[in-house]
């Protein structure tokens, strides 16, 4: 997306948290305890990823954003679908997106990424023609 901005990668807390699984020192109860409103945000606002689970290795994650922000209002909390995200993007001047990924077989979920969307802070002025004065 055009506005996107502050982005943050949790993909090296991720592999760390997965050696530490395949080692046997964090338990998969442990990290397969995505709530029910998680699942159910899956279900209904997720994009199925390319990204086979890497817990149960059954099915592909869900792919589920969810945004924050003071001018969302009752909006703020949810979870959205990309094409949604476009639209609140041209919309409002500024929320975040944390976008999760979702294991509805097993439950396994982690944050993945987390950026700012929205109007602002973006240059919308066109430059100003100069005339033969100038």
Not at 11 to 22: C, F, T
Not at 74 to 88: K, Y
Not at 104 to 133: E, F, I, M
Request: aromatic letters at 8%.
């Amino acid at each position: 997306m055009r506005t996107q901005r502050q982005v943050v990668d949790y993909a090296l807390q991720r592999k760390a948290l997965l050696a530490e699984v395949h080692s046997g020192r964090v338990g998969t109860m442990d990290v397969c305890d995505a709530n029910p409103y998680l699942l159910r945000a899956a279900k209904f606002h997720g994009e199925p990823s390319d990204v086979t689970c890497p817990v149960c290795r059954k099915e592909p994650v869900t792919k589920v954003s969810w945004v924050y922000g003071d001018e969302l209002k009752h909006a703020s909390g949810s979870a959205r679908a990309t094409d949604e995200l476009a639209r609140m993007a041209a919309l409002f001047t500024e929320f975040t997106v944390y976008a999760v990924e979702v294991c509805r077989t097993c439950g396994w979920n982690h944050l993945v990424q987390s950026y700012v969307l929205g109007t602002g802070g973006l240059d919308t002025h066109k430059p100003r023609r100069r005339t033969a004065a100038e």
